[in-house]
């Protein structure tokens, strides 16, 4: 099965600077790859996701970066803001072809102090 | 539009006991997702229902657990008995195609097993 690996657990920056999150993924036919963010008493909720065949994508202070042969992909957030703190999430879809199911990483907790 | 709605957000039951999660998905999606959230680990797939139709269960964890989708609109997730390690938070989601498709979490039902 799909392994994903997510790194780091915790991450902590000061207000205006970058935060970088990484994720690390098994299964060379996976072609969706999304981020969630989950707030205190919500469920993860989709932020970005990159599709295989490109290797960038950006949204206003959030873009995710895309590697295939290395099988790795990652989230940059910039500008960070307090609101920003949270639990992020990467995902993969399972099995392959599987794309319906999610194998997600441990999360990051970050931290965003004003 | 409403989001994907669960209930109840927490329940605190004793060992051996049943307890039945609801989840409501967005109108007109036909896939619905059970995951979960074990304390420290990362987000799992329970299974996955196609209408009214279990389209996938592999990720159930044992034959306490019963998933039910009768209508193809509204899911119940059952347990019974339930037992100390199942502790944890149980997610549901929603997709309106299988695929390459955005699953939208709801909040969670926060599950305790004492």
């Known amino acids: 099965g799909e392994n994903v690996e997510q790194h780091p657990s915790t991450l902590s920056v000061q207000e205006g600077d970058s935060a970088v999150i990484k994720c690390t993924y098994s299964?060379?036919?996976?072609?969706?790859f999304p981020w969630y963010k989950q707030e205190l008493g919500k469920g993860p909720q989709l932020i970005i996701d990159i599709r295989s065949n490109v290797g960038e994508k950006k949204d206003q202070r959030i873009a995710v970066t895309l590697n295939k042969t290395a099988k790795h992909f990652s989230l940059h957030i910039t500008e960070t803001q307090p609101e920003d703190s949270a639990v992020y999430f990467c995902?993969?879809?399972?099995?392959?072809?599987?794309?319906?199911?999610?194998?997600f990483g441990k999360g990051t907790l970050l931290t965003v102090n004003p | 539009e409403a989001g994907v709605t669960q209930f109840p957000s927490h329940s605190v039951i004793e060992k051996g006991q049943t307890v039945t999660l609801r989840c409501d998905p967005i109108s007109g999606h036909d896939n619905l997702y059970w995951y979960r959230r074990v304390m420290g680990k990362e987000i799992k797939f329970l299974l996955h229902f196609v209408k009214e139709s279990k389209q996938d269960e592999s990720g159930m964890p044992n034959n306490r657990f019963l998933a039910e989708r009768t209508g193809g609109t509204y899911s119940t997730l059952k347990v019974q008995p339930a037992e100390l390690e199942d502790s944890g938070v149980y997610f549901c989601?929603?997709?309106?195609?299988?695929?390459?498709?955005?699953?939208?979490f709801g909040a969670g039902t926060r599950l305790s097993v004492l």
């Open positions: 989601a929603s997709s309106q195609w299988q695929g390459l498709n955005i699953q939208y």
């Open positions: 995902a993969v879809p399972l099995g392959g072809g599987s794309n319906y199911k999610l194998t």
């Open positions: 299964d060379s036919a996976s072609n969706y």
